[in-house]
């Protein structure tokens, strides 16, 4: 039985049974209604996978689903919206009619985590020749839905600003230069109070310079008094006057 990915683009290539919604030229009139209740059909199959009413079954992050549709064979594109009979539990699969499991992957090709999945939730699924890619929001709001709203947001790894600015979207407040084969880097730690903040140079180096430079004929200026216990002569090695 054919589906509507097994009919062409093309239209005069449709032209085979009519069993199989084909239309060719000089059809006798008796296949007209049998090609149009097949097409019918197909379009009916493929809303009914795609609409979230079907259901999984199986367990352990290896979920099992029967479609509507007549899966021959898994083929780039194929989609499917399903609700999830339970949640995951770790890296998932899919199988579908029977075929080989295929694994399923978030944000292109990172594994499914515990409870990215979860139990009817609906779940939108797209086979990229290797994988199922999973398109919609995963349960453990490990996407970011709104940063505005998210009142505590926090970084799973390094903050790559692609040579961007951090500002108000208008004017720049600090910006940003990558060294590419640096070891060193700035660590910047709070305090607790009578304590004041600091401002480190850390890195794999045993001894790391802090490098402060003023722009043109800029000075650099220090506001407020200096440790006491640095001389005069300290000051102007330090600070240049």
Partial sequence: MSELKDLS???ASNTGTAANAGF???MPPSDLNNASRALCAMIARFYADTNGSISTSGSSSAYVLAASRTI????VGD???FKANHASTGASTIA???LATKSIKKFNDQAIAANDIESGSICHIVYDGTNFQLISSLASGAGIASVVADSSPQL???LDVNGNALGDGTLELLKFSETGSAVNEFTIANAASGAGPTLSATGDNTN??????AKGSGVVAVSGSMNPSITSTGKALIFGF
């Fill in 9 to 11: 683009t093309t239209d």
């Fill in 24 to 26: 060719p030229e000089n």
């Fill in 72 to 75: 021959s064979a898994i083929a």
């Fill in 79 to 81: 989609s499917f919206i």
């Fill in 96 to 98: 579908i009619d029977g």
């Fill in 156 to 158: 799973g790894g390094q």
């Fill in 208 to 213: 790391v310079d802090i490098n402060i430079s």
